[in-house]
């Protein structure tokens, strides 16, 4: 493994601590999820290609129910 050197901002060091971790435990904590949210992230783009290349495509009525779901899901939420 290669190693590497960080000046962490101030206020992660002071997470940390509030934590009771050292500021590499929470910087390598951050990594390792980062790194899971775009395995799976790859794999769902892999998959979304494949299933096209085979002509799976969700109907008007399924994108329109989606977008339905989604949009009352987030109703009066503030950005």
């Keep these: 493994m290669t190693g590497i050197s960080l000046n962490p901002p101030e206020d992660l060091a002071d997470l940390a601590k509030t934590n009771g971790q050292t500021a590499s435990y ?3 904590d951050v ?5 899971e949210h775009e395995k799976t992230l790859t794999a769902q783009i892999e998959l979304a290609v494949k299933e ?3 002509d799976k495509f969700a109907t008007d ?11 009352s899901r987030n109703a009066g939420r503030v950005a």
């Design 52 to 54: 096209a290349d085979q």
């Design 31 to 35: 990594l390792r999820d980062y790194i």
């Design 26 to 28: 929470l910087v390598m």
């Design 61 to 71: 009525d399924q994108v329109s129910a989606m977008r339905a779901r989604r949009w």
